[in-house]
């Protein structure tokens, strides 16, 4: 498969600034700081973390809505972080994004036609306001929605339908890359149900590839071909979907999955929940070492202060940035007690 996206040490930093007469900086917000990652032309891959970890940041990142401080978005071949504003600006064509809110998304002050022939008109898509029309109409009808819906504005549609207005943004202008940012974390279960299977149809039938960001396990792994755990800005591990579902290697990720419920009550009662205690250290001030280390289970008391691990590949694949990672699953490494908090079994 042919590598659309690939990020290299990508790093985000917001300057932490103070004083009145004189402004100056006094540090900086590690929202993203090193995160390299690959996505394949028509796949689906899955970004998960707590909140905070800086998932948005990086898809906005990707398509320049934030700075990069340093590090490389290579995407079919060019280094978007080098690009030119007015380049970068034509580029946005091929990548573009689904927000999280659907209606703070939308103007409301505009119809739906409006809204959609927007970005048609900008990068040149139509010869004519008809043209355009006829475009809009065919892909209003893909995503589900009734043409005339196109003198309507977005109050008078329900969460799933404005939704869906956003993924129908997106398509017009004919993307390869689109950045799904919580796509169905503001909508009912039903209506998520339905967004994700239309996404998977759109992408079977277009050739679509996405980045998924989300905090909903379930949701990933559904759509998801290949997961990445974030934490604190870094990625943590990266896996096939099934495979990081059925041995995740990486504490952090041992404990998400053990949050994520089971509908076998028998299971349940017996499986091993990982509690972790203490609160997500903050980005301005991250941990020396493993950025996990004050909160992990398994904290050990060589490597795990003073020293970040690399993300690796363990075997097939599957990387994880974990010193000790084969010892953790073969059980040679043990919980401390002394050192770390407690792990907790029901």
Not at 64 to 92: H, K, N, Q, W, Y
Not at 176 to 190: F, K
Not at 286 to 299: E, S
Request: include cysteine; charge should be negative; aromatic fraction near 4%.
């Amino acid at each position: 498969m042919t590598t659309l996206l690939e990020l290299k040490d990508l790093k985000v930093h917001f300057p932490v600034r103070k004083g009145i007469l004189f402004d100056r900086t006094v540090g900086h917000v590690y929202a993203v700081d090193g995160v390299s990652l690959s996505v394949e032309a028509g796949q689906t891959y899955g970004l998960v973390g707590e909140s905070g970890c800086g998932k948005t940041t990086l898809g906005r990142a990707v398509l320049r809505l934030v700075d990069i401080t340093d590090g490389a978005a290579v995407f079919d071949g060019t280094d978007l972080a080098r690009l030119p504003e007015e380049e970068m600006r034509r580029s946005r064509r091929r990548l573009q994004m689904v927000f999280q809110d659907p209606l703070g998304s939308l103007n409301p002050r505009q119809n739906i036609e409006s809204i959609l022939a927007e970005g048609m008109a900008a990068h040149g898509i139509g010869a004519d306001r008809e043209e355009r029309r006829a475009k809009i109409s065919e892909i209003l009808e893909r995503v589900g929605l009734p043409a005339g819906s196109l003198s309507r504005y977005p109050h008078e549609f329900s969460g799933g339908q404005r939704q869906r207005i956003g993924i129908a943004r997106a398509l017009v202008l004919e993307p390869d890359l689109i950045i799904c940012d919580e796509p169905v974390s503001a909508l009912d279960v039903s209506i998520q149900a339905q967004v994700i299977n239309l996404l998977e149809e759109l992408q079977e039938s277009m050739g679509l590839t996405y980045l998924v960001i989300a905090h909903d396990l379930a949701v990933v792994r559904h759509i998801s071909d290949v997961i990445g755990v974030m934490y604190l800005g870094a990625l943590v591990e990266e896996a096939p979907s099934d495979e990081i579902y059925s041995e995740p290697r990486h504490p952090y990720t041992r404990a998400l999955m053990s949050a994520v419920p089971v509908p076998d009550p028998d299971v349940e009662d017996s499986r091993e929940r990982i509690l972790l205690t203490g609160d997500l250290p903050s980005p301005a001030n991250p941990p020396t070492g493993c950025r996990f280390h004050t909160r992990c289970p398994w904290r050990q008391a060589t490597r795990c202060d003073t020293e970040r691990p690399e993300l690796r590949d363990v075997g097939g694949g599957h990387k994880v940035a974990c010193h000790w990672a084969e010892g953790i699953a073969d059980g040679t490494v043990t919980p401390t007690t002394e050192l770390a908090p407690t792990l907790l079994k029901e």
